[in-house]
Nanobody
Framework: QEQLVESGGGSVQPGGSLSLSCEAS????????VGWFRQAERRGRDFVAA?????????GYADSVKGRATISRDNAKNMVYLQLNGLKPDDTAIYYC?????????????????WGQGTQVTVSS
């Protein structure tokens, strides 16, 4: 069964950092571009970051996290990561990873083949 599982969420104070992980099982994640999205309470799903398939030579970020987020992948471990620094209360959301079997998966959320269940990130003092 093809599955993505996110981990690493939690509660942090403003200015803190979190490292989110997305582990794939049942398929080879390097064959997929991967995106991270988030959904805050009473809001729609927003793009956060994406990385191309293979070695991940192409990355992209939402303006809201640019300079504070880094997406990376470890194909040997079948995983993708999202490092978040300088966290703000507005970053509070459920974070989802998703995989799309194409070089560049895009930032709209449409066309993604596999979604994880999400991990909660809460930023508050």
């Amino acid at each position: 069964q093809e599955q993505l599982v996110e981990s690493g969420g939690g509660s942090v104070q403003p200015g803190g950092s979190l490292s989110l992980s997305c582990e794939a099982s049942g398929f080879t994640l390097s064959d997929y571009g991967v995106g991270w999205f988030r959904q805050a309470e009473r809001r729609g799903r927003d793009f956060v970051a994406a990385i191309s398939w293979g070695i991940g030579g192409t990355t992209g970020y939402a303006d809201s996290v640019k300079g504070r987020a880094t997406i990376s992948r470890d194909n040997a471990k079948n995983m993708v990561y999202l490092q978040l620094n300088g966290l703000k209360p507005d970053d509070t959301a459920i974070y989802y990873c998703a995989a799309r079997r194409t070089h560049w998966p895009g930032d709209t959320g449409f066309g993604y083949d596999i979604w994880g269940q999400g991990t909660q990130v809460t930023v508050s003092s």
